[in-house]
């Protein structure tokens, strides 16, 4: 009996997958309490339809999700990465890239980009904030912490520039003149 219990189980998780209704796959999978073996053949058919349309994030989650060979999940993730990398959403590249587990370099590359990208924009506390998240150079931290200083003390924004100041162990005079500022 339990064995029927599982084998429609696995059924009506093979339609929902095929149906791309992924959400209540997962539901059926939990409810029954279904092995990934026994649905490995309906998400890797659902897998190698969202790499044919080109649905590389999707591909790579039901990779993860669901346990498929590292090298799937790998290469669904690497095309998704590069999508974002060319659309210009380094920020996104790269968090995905650290959820992913791929390569540190890329990782690396595209918080970079993210981070040439804000401090071109003028968003030095987004910068700041990719350097901290991202472990970058201290000396790209710093240059985002000397901007986002400058910006703050030309607002007359005189505390939040002596904390930052303070924060990133800016020069003496920087936080000299943060204080006289205030008081």
Same mark, same amino acid.
């Given at each position: #009996? +339990?064995?029927?219990?599982?084998?429609?189980?696995? &059924?009506?998780? $093979?339609?929902?997958?095929?149906?791309?209704?992924?959400?209540?796959?997962?539901?059926?999978?939990?409810?029954?309490? @279904? +092995?990934?073996?026994?649905? &490995?053949?309906?998400? #890797?058919?659902?897998?190698?339809?969202? #790499?044919?349309?080109? !649905?590389?994030? @999707?591909?790579?989650?039901?990779?993860?999700?669901?346990?498929?060979?590292?090298?799937?999940?790998?290469? $669904?993730?690497?095309?998704?990465?590069?999508?974002?990398?060319?659309?210009?959403?380094? &920020?996104?590249?790269?968090?995905?890239?650290?959820?992913?587990?791929? +390569?540190?370099?890329?990782?690396? !590359?595209?918080? =970079?980009?993210?981070?040439?990208?804000?401090?071109?924009?003028?968003?030095?506390?987004?910068?700041? /904030? =990719?350097? /901290?998240?991202?472990?970058? +150079?201290?000396? #790209?931290?710093?240059? $985002?912490? =000397?901007?986002?200083? /400058?910006?703050?003390?030309?607002?007359? @924004?005189?505390?939040?520039?002596?904390?930052?100041?303070?924060?990133?162990?800016?020069?003496?005079?920087?936080?000299? $003149?943060?204080?006289?500022?205030?008081?």
């Amino acid at each position: #009996m +339990p064995e029927d219990r599982l084998d429609e189980g696995a &059924r009506l998780f $093979a339609v929902k997958m095929n149906l791309g209704s992924y959400k209540e796959a997962a539901r059926i999978k939990s409810e029954y309490g @279904l +092995p990934n073996d026994m649905v &490995r053949n309906a998400v #890797m058919q659902a897998y190698a339809a969202s #790499m044919k349309k080109g !649905d590389y994030s @999707l591909a790579a989650d039901l990779a993860k999700q669901y346990d498929l060979p590292e090298d799937l999940r790998i290469e $669904a993730a690497l095309r998704s990465f590069h999508r974002k990398i060319d659309s210009e959403f380094f &920020r996104a590249a790269a968090d995905y890239a650290k959820e992913f587990g791929l +390569p540190e370099d890329l990782v690396r !590359d595209a918080a =970079i980009q993210a981070f040439n990208k804000s401090m071109s924009f003028g968003l030095v506390k987004n910068a700041a /904030e =990719i350097a /901290e998240d991202f472990e970058l +150079p201290e000396e #790209m931290k710093r240059d $985002a912490a =000397i901007k986002s200083f /400058e910006q703050h003390m030309d607002a007359g @924004l005189y505390r939040k520039a002596l904390k930052i100041a303070q924060k990133y162990k800016l020069p003496d005079e920087m936080v000299q $003149a943060a204080e006289n500022k205030i008081t």
